[in-house]
């Protein structure tokens, strides 16, 4: 797969995403942000957020949202114990 220019700057900036200005567009920024809510212990996914979402993506695009969110924190807990080294890409920003 072909990495874009742009692909490539918004991967190494997906952590500091809210840091980031125009490089993620509204629809990514709620996505990340709904992801954030749904990983991080402590945090829930808002009324706010969830209508934030709803004005980019409809109920099916959520559920695939969520799902992929659900797959990569699965992935996070299996790949631990099997000692699969982190890419970089997914780290969680400090509270």
Do not use: Y
């Not at 200005?21 to 629809?27: N, T």
């Not at 559920?63 to 992935?75: K, P």
């Not at 080294?85 to 780290?91: K, T």
């Amino acid at each position: 797969m072909a990495h874009t220019e742009l692909g490539d700057e918004k991967m190494a900036n997906v952590a500091r995403w809210r840091e980031a200005g125009a490089l993620f567009s509204d629809a990514e920024r709620a996505a990340l942000e709904f992801a954030e809510k749904a990983t991080i212990t402590g945090e829930r996914v808002d009324d706010a957020l969830m209508a934030r979402l709803r004005t980019h993506f409809d109920d099916a695009q959520i559920v695939e949202l969520s799902a992929a969110v659900a797959l990569e924190n699965f992935r996070s807990k299996f790949n631990v114990p099997l000692g699969v080294e982190a890419q970089g890409f997914c780290v969680v920003p400090a509270r």
